[in-house]
């Protein structure tokens, strides 16, 4: 054995084999590890056919690249927003950190405070967001100088070093007391009551660690295990899989690089979430890393970029089903957004079982895009559309709803939560009655899968739709679902690639559902960013989303209702994060360039809803719409606005 192999000053036991065997045995170890080529290269894809394809008739062999997710993830193990954000990104952030006037609030906005250039779990020993696994874990005692082996018992320090080390982290988490978030940071009131928002131990906001396997002296998880990913899918930005952290607005903020913008020399603010929602780093760098690594047509390749971007297509497609609690894949289909999705619905299932004198119900609370495909059909079919009224209050009369539903009730399309009021709507009571008439039931989602827990089996809903850029995610990417033996008997509604099994002139044989509806490229790319959204917003916890915009919005309302000339359209008792109103003495646009000029940013005018606007007399509103990455310090700016309008008009 060669005298020059040593550790340390330590020489290995007698008997080992000599440096070369040594090196070829870890040469041949990690050149043909289980799963991957002896020769190199990439390994031919195990599941050929993705969600709802079927081979041609006559057809067989692989020909379409894997599903399996990127690195055999589990579901919800890249969770995590990356960190930290670019060198371009700080750079592009510059701005923020000049500084400027003091807020209402009277706090110097300096540019400690205002540096907003890095991800909130960098520097977390700094920021108060709780260490990852790795930081908590206990350093091992390094062995006296010159005293052998660091380990006993081995030659090897980097085999039985990890040994040492705890099965699991200390049982109890570090404290964060008071200054883990402040009163002042968030607006919010202090003491018992802030506590009781942001510091509650329930099981849903109490963090998680992952487990540490537990490694037997002489037995090494690194040896016997198969690798987890190849070297593409270890790129992709991830995080670890965490549990949800405290709560923390701050923290939240600061993944959000375009909060940090100024408008008219002043910090942005964001109250326009309802028509769209700002991004995190995390999808940002998704897309981009899409784009760099990934970027191809999906499904109809054998080549290693074809590989990719159907994995991480199909491993978005899984991201939904879990979020929304649907039981299959085959049971999502992906669209350009809501619009196209409940028109998908009417022109698919609609004109094959909608016939003439059949009726269709839809609420008062309506958008348009839920609207006026029902009057398409309607009119093509000769059906009937009825609407369910509401109260004073904007919610839905389920008494008038019960008497509207007849025999000749086909489906029932309702919106969980109202885009003009924010009318949070009892949708599970609706969507029982239909079914109880022999009804399909489908809900508008759009408003609602960013401030609450949706689970569609328990909903029971033949259809849900939702919008991918209402939930932090890319425009222009979408969801349907529908229970898989409704799809698997609607036709497609659209022609082309993708959704063919076989083509002759004679006839075409379609794949099945979801395939069957997504004819042509689809929208690739933003599937993968919306699949990384719905996992940042997985990180953080829908349940705190919706607890701290409801205590947000309860602010809110408090603080803007007594300004003297201010009517609020939409007092529901339940209520997601939209404020509407209209102030005397002025037109809703003049309220919105004026809220411009200080950096808030609200949407005025009838908001695709003008029917529920007219039942209250209106034909526009100004409508601010809170998300949980806004303050009670924002809500401060807004209203001390509206208060100095109102002063100068009356006086």
């Not at 994995?311 to 978005?316: L, P, Q, R």
């Not at 008038?400 to 009730?409: A, G, H």
């Not at 899968?449 to 209402?470: E, I, Q, T, W």
């Not at 526009?620 to 998300?627: G, K, Q």
Request: glycine share 10%; with cysteine.
């Amino acid at each position: 054995m060669s005298d020059s192999l040593s550790f340390n000053g330590v020489s290995p036991p007698p008997g080992l084999p000599d440096v070369a065997t040594l090196a070829r045995i870890a040469t041949e170890l990690f050149t043909a590890l289980p799963g991957s080529p002896a020769t190199g290269g990439n390994p031919l894809p195990s599941n050929p056919h993705p969600a709802g394809l079927s081979l041609p008739p006559g057809v067989t062999g692989p020909s379409n690249p894997t599903t399996v997710p990127f690195g055999m993830l589990p579901p919800g193990a890249n969770v995590l927003p990356s960190s930290p954000q670019s060198v371009g990104n700080a750079v592009a952030s510059a701005p923020a950190l000049i500084p400027h006037a003091q807020a209402p609030n009277r706090v110097p906005d300096n540019a400690l405070v205002a540096a907003p250039g890095y991800d909130g779990r960098f520097g977390s020993h700094v920021l108060g967001v709780p260490e990852a696994l790795g930081a908590s874990l206990p350093v091992p005692a390094s062995p006296p100088h010159g005293g052998g082996s660091p380990v006993p018992g081995t030659a090897f320090y980097f085999l039985d070093e990890r040994a040492s080390l705890p099965a699991t982290p200390p049982a109890t988490p570090p404290s964060h007391a008071d200054d883990r978030v402040s009163a002042q940071s968030h607006g919010l009131p202090g003491g018992e009551a802030l506590r009781a928002l942001l510091g509650n131990g329930t099981a849903s906001t109490a963090p998680r660690t992952p487990s540490v396997p537990s490694i037997a002296p002489g037995s090494f998880y690194f040896v016997e295990a198969a690798p987890a990913s190849g070297g593409h899918s270890s790129r992709i930005p991830q995080a670890t899989a965490s549990g949800h952290p405290p709560f923390d607005v701050n923290a939240i903020r600061r993944d959000f690089p375009i909060l940090q913008e100024r408008v008219n020399g002043r910090p942005l603010v964001w109250f326009d979430n309802a028509a769209t929602t700002q991004k995190p780093q995390a999808v940002i760098d998704r897309l981009a890393h899409f784009y760099a690594h990934e970027n191809s047509n999906i499904h109809r390749a054998a080549h290693e970029l074809a590989a990719r971007a159907t994995d991480a297509y199909e491993k978005a497609r899984e991201t939904v089903r879990r979020f929304i609690g649907a039981g299959s894949v085959d049971e999502v289909i992906f669209v350009r957004g809501t619009t196209e999705g409940i028109n998908l619905v009417a022109k698919s299932w609609g004109a094959q079982n909608i016939g003439p004198g059949d009726e269709i119900i839809v609420s008062h609370l309506e958008h348009h895009a839920n609207i006026v495909p029902w009057q398409q059909l309607a009119a093509a079919k000769g059906a009937k559309i009825k609407v369910i009224p509401v109260d004073e209050s904007g919610q839905v009369l389920l008494e008038e709803y019960q008497r509207l539903l007849s025999d000749k009730t086909k489906i029932v399309s309702v919106t969980q939560v109202s885009n003009a009021l924010g009318t949070v709507v009892p949708v599970k009571q609706i969507v029982d009655l239909a079914h109880r008439a022999g009804a399909l039931a489908l809900v508008d989602g759009a408003q609602s899968v960013s401030h609450m827990r949706v689970d569609v089996r328990a909903l029971d809903a033949d259809f849900f739709v939702f919008s991918g850029h209402k939930i932090f995610g890319p425009t222009g990417i979408g969801v349907v679902y529908g229970k898989k033996d409704v799809l698997e008997h609607m036709p497609p509604w659209q022609g082309g690639g993708n959704m063919i099994a076989d083509v002759t002139f004679e006839k075409t044989v379609y794949h099945g559902p979801p395939t069957r509806f997504e004819a042509g490229t689809g929208n690739i790319a933003d599937a993968v960013g919306l699949g990384a959204a719905l996992e940042y917003v997985e990180r953080v916890g829908i349940e705190n989303i919706g607890r701290y915009e409801h205590d947000l919005l309860a602010y809110a309302t408090h603080h803007l209702k007594p300004i003297a000339g201010v009517r609020l359209v939409g007092t529901a008792a339940d209520k997601a994060s939209v404020l509407s109103f209209v102030l005397d003495g002025y037109t809703t646009d003049e309220v919105g360039k004026a809220l411009n000029e200080e950096g808030i940013a609200v949407r005025t005018g009838h908001h695709c809803a003008q029917p529920i606007l007219r039942r209250f007399g209106l034909e526009t509103t100004v409508r601010p719409s809170l998300a949980f990455y806004n303050t009670c310090e924002e809500v401060d700016r807004f209203t001390a606005l509206i208060h100095r309008l109102s002063r100068a008009r009356r006086h």
